[in-house]
C-alpha cells in the first residue's frame, strides 16, 4: 500500500484524501472540535520536510518505476531494493560499510 503523506500510515487513499485525517465535531451546541493531530503535519513535519528533499536521490528508481508501470511491467522486490541500493552506491560507493560500521 502507500504510504500516506497526510498520517504516515501505509494504506488506501480515499477520494478526497487521507481516510485517517478525519474532522471531529461536538454537538451543535458548542464549537467544533479541533482536528486531529496528525503526526506528519506536527511532531515531524520539519524531520519529513527535509527527508524528502533527501530522499529525491531516488528520482532514478522513481522514474524507472513509472515506467515499468506504464509497460504494464511489476517489477520485483527484490528489483526495486536493487534499484534502491544502487541510489545509495551512486551517492557513495562505502554507503553500506559505513551503514554496517554505525550498527545500522
Not at 494504506?11 to 493531530?37: K, M
Request: net charge negative; proline share 6%; with cysteine.
Amino acid at each position: 500500500m502507500p504510504y500516506c503523506p497526510q498520517c504516515g500510515r501505509s494504506h488506501t487513499l480515499d477520494t478526497g484524501g487521507c481516510r485517517f485525517q478525519t474532522t471531529i465535531t461536538a454537538p451543535a451546541e458548542s464549537a467544533p472540535a479541533p482536528r486531529r493531530r496528525s503526526v506528519m503535519t506536527t511532531d515531524y513535519q520539519d524531520q519529513v520536510l527535509i527527508g524528502t528533499r533527501i530522499e529525491e536521490e531516488h528520482r532514478k528508481t522513481y522514474d524507472w518505476l513509472v515506467q515499468c508501470f506504464r509497460d504494464g511491467v511489476h517489477p520485483s522486490s527484490n528489483a526495486f531494493y536493487a534499484h534502491i541500493a544502487m541510489d545509495h552506491v551512486r551517492e557513495d560507493t562505502m554507503y553500506y560499510d559505513k551503514l554496517e560500521k554505525a550498527g545500522l
